[in-house]
């Protein structure tokens, strides 16, 4: 490999300058990223990523991003023309005045998973509160049969690296890997759902985001979609309705200890997202926690994202 040469001259004391050359090593070529990346049929796959960059454009240009320096990408969800009409259609046959055609419109819904999430969520949020209404009703019912992961999914890219975070859409059509199994390979972004680097530490949660325990989410009510993250100390004591999603004036310690997230007495951090309220909610006794049924709560919920 060349080398980078380098002129340089010295000064000796009989009166005379040496002149000669420094052969300097070019910059070094940084290491292929090893990462695990995770399809939308909920399989991973542990592999080399030989693209050096990825290209993401966002609301404030376009950015070429090292991949050395990703932690984690979360992937938005890619539709192919014909399916993104298939979905509306669906959607606004939601709005029919026909029990039938709802009921249909709500069963494709349901078959087409997460690839609906995107359209829904933007349909919830229409004007006319019936159509919204049925709109969020499916949008719950679809979350709770999504694994775990799922039922988060926005049409957008997340690149999370040490210090940052670039929301967006990755550019990048395919990435160039190479694997155990397979040898060399070319991923279709619109496979992955997301890649982690096994190198990189995901970033915690930033603790200027982290808000201070509540109570409850009462004083949250109409943030929709939004997702937040408390710092809470567990407790035993409190109300709670539901679970996994509970109304929003169940005591937020308490169910940080329900699902397991904060033992008693302990601290730390809870994330939940703010959802629409369920027809009815299921109590359970959980870690010494017993929540408790209830039926249409009309302040909203909120679902706790599990993995804290």
Not at 140 to 152: F, I, Q
Request: hydrophobic content about 40%.
């Amino acid at each position: 490999m060349a080398r980078l040469a380098i002129s340089f001259c010295t000064f000796f004391s009989i009166g005379f300058f040496a002149c000669g050359l420094l052969l300097a090593e070019p910059p070094s070529k940084p290491q292929p990223a090893t990462v695990e990346v995770r399809f939308h049929d909920g399989s991973t796959l542990k592999l080399t990523v030989r693209d050096e960059k990825i290209e993401l454009q966002t609301a404030y240009g376009k950015l070429q991003i090292p991949v050395a320096e990703i932690s984690r990408i979360d992937f938005g969800m890619r539709l192919q023309k014909e399916t993104m009409e298939k979905i509306q259609l669906s959607i606004d046959a939601l709005n029919s005045e026909q029990p039938k055609d709802r009921e249909k419109a709500e069963a494709d819904l349901l078959a087409q998973r997460e690839k609906a999430l995107p359209q829904l969520m933007q349909a919830s949020k229409q004007p006319n509160k019936e159509f919204a209404r049925r709109t969020k009703e499916v949008l719950e019912k679809l979350r709770e049969k999504l694994p775990e992961g799922l039922g988060n999914v926005t049409s957008q890219d997340v690149v999370h690296t040490e210090d940052s975070k670039f929301t967006g859409h990755v550019l990048t059509a395919e990435i160039k890997v190479l694997t155990t199994q397979f040898g060399e390979r070319q991923l279709k972004v619109a496979d992955l759902l997301s890649l982690r680097s096994l190198a990189l530490a995901e970033p915690e949660a930033d603790s200027a985001n982290v808000l201070p325990d509540p109570g409850t989410l009462i004083p949250f009510q109409g943030q929709i979609g939004k997702t937040f993250s408390f710092r809470v100390t567990g407790s035993v004591n409190g109300s709670v309705w539901g679970t996994e999603t509970y109304t929003l004036d169940s005591t937020l310690a308490a169910v940080a200890v329900h699902m397991g997230i904060v033992q008693p007495g302990k601290t730390g951090i809870i994330r939940v997202t703010l959802v629409p309220t369920l027809p009815a909610y299921q109590g359970s006794t959980r870690n010494g926690v017993s929540s408790a049924n209830y039926n249409v709560y009309p302040a909203g919920a909120y679902r706790v994202l599990k993995g804290n």
